[in-house]
């Protein structure tokens, strides 16, 4: 089994760019409220134009990160899946420089691997540079979104041969749509839910990491 998790607001207990967005680019970040939703702007359109309002330096960017947990049981749940034989990997939006020491902060660093965008919190008035990863344009949202990853490690995993070939997805929001759309199971919160409802399509509810273990029989010393 493949296990790919979203990082902000599905790892994290809450969306980690917006609340960075919202204290230190207050402006930028009200006027770009709900343009999104909209579909106006697509995710990396949203994230550049908050970034570059955000002139603070990384410490202090950490600082209040650092504040938001980790949802619980994911410790528990990465040591589960393993145990069984499992991968998981995170699959972000974000950033990196952000998502690491979070973890690392949570007593999980290093031990999941991190597909992420980079960040150069350049604190001067020119606002955070961001390099976003090299990704294709989604024929179906228009956008660089987590499709193509989440198709890729599934063809890779298929090509394994025997081992089990179910793709699961963890995720919560707007990013998280076409992912989903192409894995085998799917356990969705927030705004992902009401989508895939909305598309008619099957997810599992969940409120944190202990959740999706025991809907995965996945257990500390599993040998599945
Ligand atoms: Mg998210
Ligand atoms: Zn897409």
């Known amino acids: 089994m493949l296990i790919i998790c979203d990082f902000d607001g599905t790892v994290s207990a809450r969306d980690t760019n917006s609340h960075l967005a919202r204290h230190f680019a207050p402006e930028a970040s009200a006027a770009l409220e ?15 134009r908050e970034f570059e309002g955000v002139t603070a330096t990384l410490d202090e960017v950490l ?44 007593g999980v660093g290093g031990r999941v691997p991190l597909i992420a965008n980079d960040i150069d919190f350049t604190g001067t008035a020119a606002g955070a540079d961001i390099t976003w990863r090299d990704l294709p344009t989604c024929p179906t949202c228009n956008e660089a979104c987590k499709r193509h990853e989440v198709g890729e490690m599934r063809h890779e995993i298929r090509r ?65």
């Open 34 to 48: 709900g343009r999104l939703a909209a579909r106006e702007l697509s995710v990396r359109q949203v994230l550049q």
């Open 160 to 224: 394994g041969g025997a081992r089990a070939h179910l793709v699961v997805f963890v995720g919560d929001g707007f990013s998280d749509r076409c992912g989903a759309d192409v894995a085998d199971r799917i356990f969705a919160r927030d705004s992902l839910a009401s989508w895939l409802d909305g598309q008619g399509v099957a997810w599992e509810a969940w409120d944190d990491f202990h959740d999706i273990s025991e809907a995965l029989g996945l257990t500390a010393n599993a040998g599945a």
């Open 63 to 106: 600082e209040l990160a650092l504040t938001i947990p980790l949802r619980a049981g994911f410790g528990e749940f990465l040591d589960a899946a393993h145990a069984g034989g499992h991968d998981v990997v995170l699959l972000s939006s974000g950033f990196r420089q952000v998502i690491e020491p979070m973890l690392e902060h949570g």
